[in-house]
Protein backbone atom coordinates (compact mmCIF):
# COMPACT_ATOMS: atom_id res chain seq x y z
CA UNK A 1 0.00 0.00 0.00
CA UNK A 2 1.09 3.59 -0.49
CA UNK A 3 1.68 5.71 1.37
CA UNK A 4 -0.82 9.08 1.71
CA UNK A 5 1.00 12.38 2.08
CA UNK A 6 -1.56 14.61 3.38
CA UNK A 7 -0.13 18.22 3.65
CA UNK A 8 -2.00 19.56 0.76
CA UNK A 9 -5.23 19.31 1.91
CA UNK A 10 -4.44 20.21 5.42
CA UNK A 11 -3.15 23.36 4.36
CA UNK A 12 -5.70 24.01 1.98
CA UNK A 13 -8.44 23.75 5.13
CA UNK A 14 -6.34 26.02 7.09
CA UNK A 15 -6.13 28.66 4.44
CA UNK A 16 -9.86 28.75 4.26
CA UNK A 17 -10.28 28.91 7.87
CA UNK A 18 -7.70 31.79 8.02
CA UNK A 19 -9.74 33.46 5.42
CA UNK A 20 -13.09 33.20 7.31
CA UNK A 21 -11.14 34.83 10.88
CA UNK A 22 -9.79 37.64 8.52
CA UNK A 23 -10.30 41.26 10.91
CA UNK A 24 -9.87 39.32 13.78
CA UNK A 25 -7.65 40.83 16.59
CA UNK A 26 -4.67 38.95 18.02
CA UNK A 27 -3.74 35.51 17.56
CA UNK A 28 -7.35 34.68 16.16
CA UNK A 29 -6.24 35.67 12.84
CA UNK A 30 -2.52 33.96 12.45
CA UNK A 31 -2.93 30.54 14.58
CA UNK A 32 -4.78 27.60 13.29
CA UNK A 33 -6.83 26.86 16.30
CA UNK A 34 -7.49 29.99 18.04
CA UNK A 35 -9.04 30.99 14.43
CA UNK A 36 -10.96 28.03 14.29
CA UNK A 37 -12.54 28.49 18.31
CA UNK A 38 -13.42 31.94 16.57
CA UNK A 39 -15.16 30.83 13.94
CA UNK A 40 -17.31 27.89 15.44
CA UNK A 41 -17.78 30.67 18.51
CA UNK A 42 -19.35 33.25 15.56
CA UNK A 43 -21.39 30.87 13.79
CA UNK A 44 -23.00 30.03 17.98
CA UNK A 45 -23.59 33.18 18.19
CA UNK A 46 -24.90 34.05 14.77
CA UNK A 47 -27.81 30.92 14.85
CA UNK A 48 -28.68 32.16 18.43
CA UNK A 49 -28.99 35.88 16.91
CA UNK A 50 -31.13 34.80 14.17
CA UNK A 51 -33.85 33.33 16.58
CA UNK A 52 -33.10 36.33 18.83
CA UNK A 53 -34.47 38.74 15.88
CA UNK A 54 -37.43 37.23 15.73
CA UNK A 55 -38.57 37.91 18.96
CA UNK A 56 -37.01 41.40 18.73
CA UNK A 57 -39.39 42.33 15.89
CA UNK A 58 -42.97 40.87 17.04
CA UNK A 59 -42.03 43.49 20.27
CA UNK A 60 -41.65 46.32 17.73
CA UNK A 61 -44.55 45.08 16.14
CA UNK A 62 -46.57 44.60 19.26
CA UNK A 63 -45.44 47.70 20.06
CA UNK A 64 -46.57 50.32 16.73
CA UNK A 65 -50.27 48.46 17.25
CA UNK A 66 -50.36 49.27 20.97
CA UNK A 67 -49.51 52.77 20.28
CA UNK A 68 -52.17 52.94 17.24
CA UNK A 69 -54.85 51.25 19.79
CA UNK A 70 -53.56 53.96 22.53
CA UNK A 71 -54.44 56.59 19.95
CA UNK A 72 -57.77 55.23 19.92
CA UNK A 73 -58.77 54.63 23.45
CA UNK A 74 -57.97 50.97 23.39
CA UNK A 75 -54.99 48.97 24.99
CA UNK A 76 -53.65 46.42 23.43
CA UNK A 77 -54.77 43.51 25.31
CA UNK A 78 -58.26 44.58 24.98
CA UNK A 79 -57.90 45.44 21.52
CA UNK A 80 -56.36 41.87 21.15
CA UNK A 81 -58.91 40.26 23.20
CA UNK A 82 -61.79 42.19 20.70
CA UNK A 83 -60.51 40.51 17.69
CA UNK A 84 -60.21 37.56 19.08
CA UNK A 85 -64.07 37.36 20.10
CA UNK A 86 -65.05 38.57 16.49
CA UNK A 87 -63.37 36.22 15.11
CA UNK A 88 -60.41 38.05 13.25
CA UNK A 89 -57.30 35.79 14.07
CA UNK A 90 -54.74 38.64 12.17
CA UNK A 91 -51.23 38.28 12.79
CA UNK A 92 -49.36 40.76 14.71
CA UNK A 93 -46.43 41.34 11.77
CA UNK A 94 -49.40 41.99 9.49
CA UNK A 95 -51.16 44.51 11.61
CA UNK A 96 -48.12 46.34 12.35
CA UNK A 97 -47.42 46.35 8.49
CA UNK A 98 -50.70 47.59 7.90
CA UNK A 99 -50.00 49.98 10.76
CA UNK A 100 -46.89 51.46 8.68
CA UNK A 101 -48.49 52.06 5.88
CA UNK A 102 -50.12 54.50 7.56
CA UNK A 103 -53.59 52.42 7.30
CA UNK A 104 -55.23 52.88 10.91
CA UNK A 105 -55.54 48.50 10.62
CA UNK A 106 -56.56 47.66 14.60
CA UNK A 107 -58.95 50.85 14.01
CA UNK A 108 -60.61 50.09 10.87
CA UNK A 109 -61.51 46.74 12.22
CA UNK A 110 -62.98 47.77 15.21
CA UNK A 111 -64.93 50.25 12.89
CA UNK A 112 -66.20 47.73 10.57
CA UNK A 113 -67.99 45.40 13.22
CA UNK A 114 -69.80 47.77 16.00
CA UNK A 115 -70.45 45.28 18.40
CA UNK A 116 -66.73 44.96 18.94
CA UNK A 117 -66.32 48.61 20.39
CA UNK A 118 -68.87 47.71 23.17
CA UNK A 119 -66.17 44.89 24.12
CA UNK A 120 -63.45 46.79 24.54
CA UNK A 121 -65.06 48.79 27.29
CA UNK A 122 -63.33 47.93 30.70
CA UNK A 123 -66.23 45.93 32.65
CA UNK A 124 -67.41 47.89 35.90
CA UNK A 125 -66.77 46.30 39.35
CA UNK A 126 -69.59 45.39 41.36
CA UNK A 127 -69.90 47.80 44.44
CA UNK A 128 -68.95 46.57 48.03
CA UNK A 129 -71.39 46.79 50.97
CA UNK A 130 -69.07 49.47 52.38
CA UNK A 131 -68.98 51.25 49.47
CA UNK A 132 -72.94 51.59 49.02
CA UNK A 133 -73.01 52.37 52.73
CA UNK A 134 -71.13 55.11 52.02
CA UNK A 135 -72.45 56.45 49.36
Given amino acids: MSRVKR????HKKHKKLLSQAE???ASKHKLVRPA???????LRYAYRD????????????????????RDAGVSYSR?????????????VGTLSARERARLTSAMALLAEREEI????????KPR????KDAA
Avoid at 36 to 42: D, F, N
Fill in 117 to 124: ASRCARPT
Fill in 23 to 25: GRR
Fill in 79 to 91: LMAALRLAGIDEF
Fill in 36 to 42: REAAMHA
Fill in 128 to 131: SRRQ
Fill in 50 to 69: RRARKGQFRALWIARINAAA
Fill in 7 to 10: GVAA
